[in-house]
């Protein structure tokens, strides 16, 4: 509980906590800047941002999805985490080096910060926060008016609550990590010289 003297506006990290709390129901931790415990509301489900911004133009429903930095989250039900490796294997990626991983139970994420209508209303009249451009975003927020978990992708074909199944979202996270390391890895064109060689 945060305590401040009457009138008082709470901080932006704060109110941030707050909000996500009060809002969503997700566990906080830490102040500057405020993480999201996984394991107990969702997972995470993380890829280089340039594979899951591909990934995004094919896989048009997820869950939220977050990016911060060079990386991309894609938030999966609870549990979730513990199935990444099995389905690897099962989608025959298991022993190909990709620069996918899952954060589960234990695991704690930045909080981005919300997309729009900030500061929440119980902030209001606060200063607006600024974020650093660094900052976690949200791409696909959730939506606080609805609830969360049917949303987020599960074990199972067919999924629910209009996300895709786990099996398709890992199987479409594995080919565009595949593909950027395959593309990092590419020699660049050569020049033609003068004299046609």
């Known amino acids: 509980m945060i305590l401040r003297a009457h009138g008082a506006r709470p901080s932006a990290p704060a109110a941030r906590s707050l909000w996500y709390e009060r809002e969503l129901g997700w566990p906080t931790a830490g102040s500057d800047p405020v993480e999201l415990l996984t394991g107990v509301a ?10 899951g911004f591909a990934m ?3 896989v048009p429903r997820t869950g939220p999805v977050a990016v911060e930095g060079a990386w991309m989250r894609f938030l999966v ?3 979730s ?7 690897l294997d099962w989608l025959e990626w298991g022993g190909v080096a990709l620069d996918l991983g899952a954060i589960g139970a234990g695991g704690r994420i930045t909080a981005p910060c919300p997309a729009r209508s900030w500061p929440p209303p119980l ?28 949303t987020l992708p599960r074990a199972g074909f ?7 199944d786990l099996v398709r979202l890992v199987g479409a996270a594995a080919t565009e990590c595949h593909r950027a390391r395959l593309s ?5 064109p050569r020049q033609r010289r003068a004299g046609g060689s």
Do not use: N
């Open 158 to 164: 067919g999924g629910d609550g209009g996300a895709p």
């Open 123 to 150: 902030a209001a009249g606060a200063p607006g926060e600024r974020c650093p451009q660094e900052a976690a975003v949200w791409l696909r927020p959730p939506d606080p008016k609805g609830e969360v978990e049917p």
């Open 42 to 51: 969702f997972d995470v489900i993380e890829l280089p941002a340039v594979a």
């Open 184 to 188: 990092r890895a590419r020699p660049l």
């Open 81 to 87: 985490s513990d199935e990444l490796p099995g389905l």
């Open 56 to 58: 995004l133009r094919r």
């Open 77 to 79: 039900a609870p549990g």
